[in-house]
Nanobody, 120 residues
Framework: QVQLVESGGGLVQAGGSLRLSCAAS????????MAWYRQAPGKQRELVATTSGGSTNYADSVKGRFTISRDNAKNTADLQMNSLKPEDTAVYYC???????????????WGRGTQVTVSS
């Protein structure tokens, strides 16, 4: 069993910063990819940023403002969000692709989400 727990959400004014953290725990042999998604009210969940094998990728809407980082020893992934805009308001979810053994299949896990609200 694996748990992903997000933290760090909250209310911030436009132009401000927040740092989200995601911690994975449980039966983990290795983590392939960790990612942050978000879902705004009435909209589909969208990919924000990924980190895998030392590479990172970002949605165009957050490039230059958000930075994803990872600590493989701690099984954590952080999302530093700067220059926040009201349109960044959403529930942010952490996702991880995890192997429980080697060799073994990859399993996808999601956290429960953390609310980020950016006021204008």
């Amino acid at each position: 069993q694996v748990q992903l727990v997000e933290s760090g959400g909250g209310l911030v004014q436009a132009g401000g910063s927040l740092r989200l953290s995601c911690a994975a725990s449980g039966s983990i042999f290795s983590i392939n990819l960790m990612a942050w998604y978000r879902q705004a009210p009435g909209k589909q969940r969208e990919l924000v940023a990924t980190t895998s094998g030392g590479s990172t990728n970002y949605a165009d809407s957050v490039k230059g403002r958000f930075t994803i980082s990872r600590d493989n020893a701690k099984n954590t992934a952080d999302l530093q969000m700067n220059s926040l805009k009201p349109e960044d308001t959403a529930v942010y979810y952490c996702k991880a692709d995890i192997r429980h053994r080697q060799p073994g299949a990859l399993y996808q896990y999601w956290g429960r989400g953390t609310q980020v609200t950016v006021s204008s």
